[in-house]
């Protein structure tokens, strides 16, 4: 059917004013301190944002792709944009990676010293480390008498591997004196938009580049990877360029692979999808080699420079965050309403193992990261992690591949962060909930096929009348 000679400027400019409400409501949500103050009047803040977010895609689908493309990105970074107004709100995991930039810059291995520790008084400063009045703050952790930190844990050693390490060095550089935390929040936003450009293009030879828009307009963008200054949009934005080359060159996407898991450990999730549909073990090879190869580059100077382990904290941190024992946080939500405690970890490792088995087996080459969303995917949902960041990997995987549905789990990881300091089990339920919205997508989506496979009873023909648009 022809639309209209209006329809298309009329949906671009409904879809612009929807843009333009998301981006003033967002620097409302992000000026918002109400992490400690008002967690409940922040989550419907954030909800808020994610209905605006959620209408202008809704609307984007009526413009056309080549109007489509300036409009996601024009929108991605009026988005980004809105997570340089405020200092960091709701995490304080970038005090952290300014702290090892300087202690790098100093010549000073990351992992040798905990933050707290005497031995680097030298690099304290007023901002990363107030005195007197100032420690009043609920979010500044005490080091000594007097003394307090913006940095969380400032008594463990660094928990993050070398290529985020190198990033926090790199950004350290990069800054201007005084600059604090706007530096990160600077980085944070450059790889917000550089991941919309690599979806783009990737999309436009294997998608609809509309998708894209999924993550370029994403509130948790503006919220974890720039406000937040989160190192996960590096490793989002080394997972879609990984993933898009995978599909051509597997040495290559292999290779920013293994850069992509040394900036934070979660994209090791994507190995599965990254070998959908290998047959030979060469090809496995072809991608995995590298990974490994360019994971131990990273990881070996750390390894001969450093005086303790450059693994840092990430034990301690699995287990104070229950990934090992279910009975000790609120992992494994959904699980644990099923399984005994027990049972959680075991049916996570044979849940894990079944889904990337079939990937590997059944998935589509040709979009790798199709099979990557269903492996991260299914992650989420058997762990139900508590943190918010985390998500913008999937939100990645889900402008990639497409299927909205998944967007859930980012979802599920605010509630669980933010409206489950108010509301108990918000996370659970929202998890839940999320599980059941990707349940109705399969069946709907299958049943789509279903219709398009349907012989025309007439010719004996297959007819294309259902085909999903």
Not at 35 to 45: H, I, N, Q
Not at 423 to 429: I, L, Q
């Amino acid at each position: 059917m022809t639309r209209p000679p209006t329809a298309v400027p009329r949906a671009t400019a409904v879809t612009a004013v929807l843009l333009t409400v998301l981006a003033g409501l967002l620097v409302l949500t992000v000026r918002e301190d109400g992490y400690f103050a008002d967690p409940a009047g922040l989550s419907w803040l954030y909800a808020a944002c994610w209905a605006l977010f959620a209408a202008a895609v809704w609307s984007l689908r009526r413009v056309p792709a080549r109007h489509a493309t300036a409009l996601v990105l024009a929108g991605g970074v009026a988005v980004a944009l809105t997570g340089l107004v405020a200092p960091p709100r709701t995490s304080t995991d970038s005090f952290r990676y300014a702290w090892d930039g300087r202690v790098q810059a100093a010549g000073i291995s990351p992992y040798d010293h905990a933050p707290a520790d005497t031995a680097l008084l030298p690099y304290r400063d007023d901002w990363l480390f107030p005195t007197g009045a100032a420690c009043g703050e609920p979010d500044l952790a005490p080091v000594s008498e007097g003394v307090c930190t913006r940095i969380n844990r400032p008594r463990v050693h660094t928990v993050y591997p070398p290529a985020g390490e190198l990033y926090f060095l790199l950004v350290h550089a990069l800054s201007p004196d005084g600059a604090r935390h706007k530096a990160l929040q600077t980085g944070g936003a450059v790889l917000a938009v550089t991941t919309t450009l690599v979806l783009l293009r990737v999309l436009r030879r294997r998608g609809d580049p509309r998708t894209a828009a999924y993550w370029a307009w994403c509130p948790a963008v503006a919220v974890e990877a720039v406000n937040n200054a989160h190192a996960d949009a590096l490793a989002v934005l080394l997972s879609v360029l990984a993933l898009g080359l995978t599909v051509r060159h597997r040495a290559r996407g292999g290779a920013v692979l293994g850069l992509a898991v040394a900036a934070k450990l979660l994209p090791a999730v994507l190995i599965p999808g990254a070998l959908s549909g290998v047959r030979r073990a060469r090809d496995a090879a072809a991608t995995l080699l590298p990974a490994a190869a360019v994971l131990t580059a990273l990881y070996l100077p750390y390894v001969l420079l450093s005086h303790s382990s450059v693994l840092g904290y990430l034990g301690g941190y699995a287990d104070e965050e229950g990934y090992q024992d279910a009975s000790a946080g609120n992992r494994y939500a959904l699980l644990r309403l099923l399984l005994p405690d027990s049972w959680a970890v075991p049916a996570v490792a044979a849940g894990m193992l079944a889904v990337s088995l079939y990937v590997m087996r059944r998935g589509d080459p040709g979009r790798p990261w199709s099979g990557a969303l269903l492996v991260t995917g299914t992650a989420f949902l058997l762990t139900t992690p508590g943190y918010s960041w985390y998500a913008l990997l999937p939100i990645a995987l889900v402008a990639l591949d497409g299927r909205w549905e998944w967007l859930g789990v980012a979802v599920a990881g605010a509630a669980a962060y933010l409206t489950g300091r108010v509301v108990p089990y918000a996370g659970t339920a929202v998890y839940a909930a999320a599980a059941l919205a990707v349940l109705c997508g399969w069946a709907a989506r299958r049943r789509a096929r279903g219709r398009r496979r349907t012989p025309d009873r007439t010719t004996g023909t297959f007819s294309p009348a259902g085909e999903a648009r």
